[in-house]
């Protein structure tokens, strides 16, 4: 599975729409994006910033990236993410690896 940018950026669109006051996603990386890698993934962490609160970056290569250029609450770790959801928190799991970390919560 690889997340398509388009897919991610309407997931991330309708998970703003949610009427909830912390909406958070857990995020692998696109891949196969060649020499618009890098671009795309600081796009995307634009749109991040602008819909989500928080976000966990999963291990990959760019996860410094996606880190650097995100502005809201960042999570490192399971137990970290898991503390900070409550009754008012939509989280969305975009990528190949997130089912691990639902499987874990």
């Known amino acids: 599975y690889n997340s398509v940018t ?42 991040l910033n602008k819909k989500v609160t928080g976000a966990y970056f999963l291990p990959s ?10 502005t809201g609450d960042k999570y490192t770790s399971t137990e970290e993410l898991r503390s900070n959801i409550d009754a008012d928190t939509v989280v969305l799991f975009e990528g190949r690896k997130s089912q691990t970390i639902l499987n874990q919560l």
């Not at 618009?36 to 749109?47: C, D, G, P, Y």
């Not at 290569?61 to 995100?70: D, E, V």
């Open 6 to 47: 388009s897919a991610a950026k309407l997931a991330v669109n309708s998970l703003y729409k949610l009427e909830r006051s912390k909406k958070i996603i857990v995020f692998d990386e696109f891949l196969e994006l060649g020499i618009k890698s890098r671009e795309e993934h600081i796009a995307f962490t634009e749109l």
């Open 61 to 70: 290569s760019q996860q410094n990236l996606l880190t650097k250029y995100f």
